[in-house]
């Protein structure tokens, strides 16, 4: 007879200074909406609700959202990986430069043209073999 009876949760009420701790710890940046959700045993969307009505970062229109640990830790990731990259373009732009003052040099001070020369005919190439 047991089996048919089930336990029903009474709506717990929390206090606006609870709520507004939840929202300062969450603006603080020291604990996530899943982190408070976990710990206190609440529902993240009560706890965007609660962001949503008394964070002080809150605009009209606006929406909040959090990054996952691994997003921000990908974003990071990006963030070096474009310093690497632009590192790199200007190593490679100096190189660059470097040379073309080489060329310059060599043709001023040594009368060698390195660069190529555009009104040299091209090369026939090689005939083609006829097999006997």
């Not at 300062?24 to 009560?46: P, R, W």
């Not at 790199?88 to 020369?117: C, P």
């Amino acid at each position: 007879m047991e089996k048919n009876v089930r336990l029903l949760r009474s709506p717990r009420k929390f206090t606006t200074d609870f709520k507004r701790k939840i929202v300062k710890d969450f603006e603080q940046g020291t604990m996530s909406v899943g982190q408070l959700s976990k710990l206190y045993g609440i529902a993240n969307t009560q706890i965007y609700s609660w962001i949503y009505k008394f964070s002080i970062f809150n605009e009209k229109g606006s929406r909040i959202v959090e990054m996952k640990d691994s997003q921000s830790a990908k974003f990071k990731e990006l963030e070096q990986r474009i310093k690497d990259l632009e590192r790199n373009v200007g190593q490679k732009q100096i190189m660059i430069e470097y040379l073309e003052k080489m060329i310059d040099l060599a043709k001023e001070e040594l009368n060698i043209d390195i660069k190529k020369n555009f009104a040299t005919p091209q090369s026939n190439g090689s005939k083609k073999t006829v097999k006997k």
